[in-house]
Structure formats: structure tokens, C-alpha cells
């Protein structure tokens, strides 16, 4: 069945330090979105890529779609303390998969 | 507009009971999605509803179950509990389209003992 791996688990951060997490999917994507869960709290949506190859930016967080539409990243630049929490990745086939998740802390 | 709400956000049981989960999505929304999640294993897709028909079912076993109905509300059940049941368990909403975003509710915290 479709799995949706992602990598890194955690990552740990000086403030003002990039950071990124990766997301593989086993099968080809319709599209795929990205969730932030705050700690104690349920997750939220980031975004969402349709097309092959597309990049996204919001603010510091760019999103990329690869081009077989079976990978992404999101990437965070110069990382603030607010950026704290778990990024997830979900690609739909049929259902909404997601990755097990990236958790960031940032030290300030 | 009032977002996911789910019932009871704590509840502890104890092993071979049943747990009945509840879920009122978004008013408009017509399609919900559960999923459970645990330390380190993320987000583990239970199932997806829409207009009371189960359009997907994720590999869990079937002391699973759920339902949704005519209001798009939905509830999911589990029986014969396990320790390794302890879970938060997500409902989310979305409007009826394959790209459609998710909106999660706060879910319900599961223990078992």
C-alpha cells in the first residue's frame, strides 16, 4: 500500500540555523500537503502542491513538489523560536497519508 | 465559523471494553477522516467517510469501525481494547474534494489500562 516516508525524525536548531525535512512517498501523488502540530496541539495546515516540480514560499518556508510527484521538502530559513513544533508531510493516492512527522525545537 | 469539534477529549479504559469516539466536522463539510496517532509513528490513517459511505480504510484491524451520518457527523469504535490502543485519535473534516485541505479537531485522548 502507499507509504509515505519522512526524514529526519528530529532536528534540533540553533536560532537563525536552516532547517529541513524531507518527505518520500512509495507511489506517485496526486498532490501533497504540509501540516505544523504545535506541541499539545493538532495539526494545522500549511500548504498544499499539486504540480510537478512546483515550489511554493511563504514568508521563510519554501515547498518543493519533485518532478515524479513522489517527493518534497520543506525547507525553513534562519529558524525562529515560533517555528518550534512537528512538521508532517501528506500525500494522497487514494486517502490521506502521512509521514511520521519531523519534530523541531529551535534553542534560543 | 465553529471548527472540528471532538468527544470526549479524555477517556481511560481498561483492557477487552469498547470506546466509542465522536466527531461533528465543520458545517458544510462532508467528508471525515480519522487517524491515530502515537509517539514516533505520526499520524495513522483509520478511515475516510463521505455521505455516509467509508471511501478508504487504513490497515488497522477490525475492532475498528466507524460510521458517519446523514449530518456528516461520525463516530468510530473500537472493541476489545488493547494497551496498544492508547492513542490520540484525529478527526478531520474537509470540503468533497480530493485537494481539499484537512481541518483537524483537538481529538481524543485515549488511555488504556
Known amino acids: 500500500g502507499q507509504q509515505v516516508m519522512q526524514i529526519p525524525q528530529y532536528q534540533h536548531v540553533q536560532e537563525g540555523e536552516d532547517f529541513t525535512t524531507y518527505c518520500n512517498s512509495s507511489?506517485?501523488?496526486?498532490?501533497i500537503q504540509w501540516y505544523k502540530q504545535r506541541p499539545g496541539g493538532h495539526p494545522v495546515f500549511l500548504i498544499q502542491?499539486?504540480?510537478?516540480?512546483e515550489v511554493k514560499k511563504q514568508k521563510r518556508l519554501t515547498f518543493q513538489f519533485g518532478e515524479a510527484k513522489k517527493n518534497s521538502s520543506l525547507h525553513i530559513t534562519a529558524t525562529q523560536t515560533t517555528d518550534v513544533g512537528t512538521y508532517f508531510c501528506?500525500?494522497?493516492?487514494?486517502?490521506?497519508?502521512f509521514g511520521a512527522g519531523t519534530r523541531l525545537t529551535v534553542k534560543p | 465559523k465553529a471548527g472540528v469539534t471532538q468527544t470526549p477529549r479524555y477517556l481511560i479504559k481498561t483492557r477487552g471494553q469498547q470506546v466509542t469516539l465522536s466527531c461533528s466536522p465543520i458545517s458544510g463539510h462532508r467528508s471525515v477522516s480519522w487517524y491515530q496517532q502515537t509517539p514516533g509513528q505520526g499520524l495513522q490513517f483509520l478511515f475516510e467517510y463521505f455521505s455516509e459511505t467509508q471511501r478508504n480504510k487504513g490497515n488497522f484491524p477490525g475492532r475498528f469501525s466507524g460510521r458517519q451520518f446523514s449530518n456528516s457527523r461520525s463516530e468510530m469504535n473500537v472493541s476489545t481494547l488493547e494497551l496498544g490502543d492508547s492513542a490520540l485519535y484525529l478527526c478531520a473534516s474537509s470540503l468533497p474534494s480530493l485537494d481539499g485541505e484537512l481541518f483537524f479537531g483537538e481529538g481524543s485522548r485515549l488511555t488504556v489500562l
Open positions: 502542491l499539486v504540480k510537478s516540480g
Open positions: 501528506a500525500g494522497r493516492n487514494n486517502d490521506m497519508r
Open positions: 507511489t506517485t501523488l496526486s498532490n
